[in-house]
Each structure stands twice: as C-alpha cells, then as structure tokens.
C-alpha cells in the first residue's frame, strides 16, 4: 500500500492499467501461474485468495507451454527461470529457494499477501472450497482429525477438508512478519 514506485514518472500511486508493473498484484485481479518447484509457495498464495495454478498440476513444463497457458487464462506467472520470466510479459522472478524467503521476495516486488479470513481455494489442487455444516447436515461428517468445534471446508474438486486450526495461524504469522 506505501509502496513508491521511486522510478519518477507520475507521483500518483495509481498503478491501474500498468499490466506488467510487479507492483500491486492482489488476488481479486490478478490469476496466478507457479512454474515447477514452486508447489508450496502455490498453497501459500492460495490460503491469501490467489487463484494460484499450478503447471506441473496443469500438465505444462515447457517453457512454450507454459507461456501459452499464462497468455490463455491471463495468469501472471511466477518463476526462478530467468529466462522464462524474460520472455514472459508481467512474470515474477525468484531468486529464493526457500518458501518463506520466496514469500518475502513476492512482498518487496508488490504481491498483496494477507490470509484469508476464511479460505476458498483449495491449497492441494486450487479448487474453489464451499464451507460444509457438518453440525446441521447428517450427510456430513466432521472429519476424524479435525478439531471438534469451528466451521469445516471442503474442495469442491478434490474433496479434501479444510479448517483454519494451528497452521492456519502459522501461516498467518509468517505473512505478518514478511
Ligand atoms: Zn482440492
């Protein structure tokens, strides 16, 4: 939000419009395309909202490939491959290995990275999730190892439950001290 272009050029901090600016990427806007190697960093951004695909979960590995995927679903894409990010419009470069320094890096380039109050993308496969009353509805069941109280999830994709339990806050600490 305080972040200054610091290039010159307009002092407004109205980046609208500016496709390939690294600055202001937030979930509501922007689609994202993680290359290979970068699957944890996928379910990161997909507990902060992202709709975060992931190419190797899309069949693409490819540099071509995985261009056209990004261009075809206007997916920004997110990668350590410099040349792959050189050849690709608004493409993020990682230089980190790490997850969290990874977080860090997309943070200082702009990328909005805040968890969700509750989640609705799946962090295994990307699915859209739809919140489950397993109090109310005899049809469902709170899973064995789910806590006994608070809201559940489940991925309309592939099926897997959700609850904003410990890793949840975990994750949300690690966000907060980017
Ligand atoms: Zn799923």
């Known amino acids: 939000m305080n972040e200054d272009g ?3 050029g307009h002092g407004g901090e109205d980046t609208h419009g500016d496709a390939t600016h ?3 990427i937030a979930p509501d806007r922007d689609a994202l395309l993680l290359d ?3 699957g944890n960093l996928a ?3 997909r507990m902060c909202g992202y709709d975060a695909a992931y ?5 693409v590995e490819d540099d071509t490939a995985i261009r056209s995927l990004a261009a075809a679903e206007g997916r920004r894409l997110i990668t350590r491959d410099r ?3 050189a050849s690709t419009p608004g493409a993020v470069l990682l230089t980190e290995r790490e997850t969290t320094d990874q977080l860090r890096e997309l943070h200082e380039a702009g990328v909005a990275l805040e968890i969700e109050a509750q989640p609705s993308r799946c962090g295994a496969c990307n699915g859209p999730v739809e919140r489950v009353d397993v109090d109310e509805d005899e049809n469902e069941e709170r899973p064995e190892y789910a806590p006994d109280e608070g809201p559940i999830w489940r991925c309309l994709v592939c099926d897997q439950h959700f609850w904003t ?3 949840w806050d975990d994750v949300a600490e690690t966000l907060a001290s980017l």
Not at 55 to 59: E, I, L, M, Q, V
Request: charged fraction near 10%; aromatic fraction near 4%.
């Open 43 to 45: 379910s990161y951004l």
């Open 36 to 38: 290979a190697m970068l």
């Open 22 to 24: 690294p600055s202001a």
């Open 55 to 59: 190419a190797p979960d899309r069949g």
């Open 165 to 167: 339990g410990s890793h």
């Open 6 to 8: 610091g290039m010159g």
């Open 83 to 85: 040349s792959l990010a």
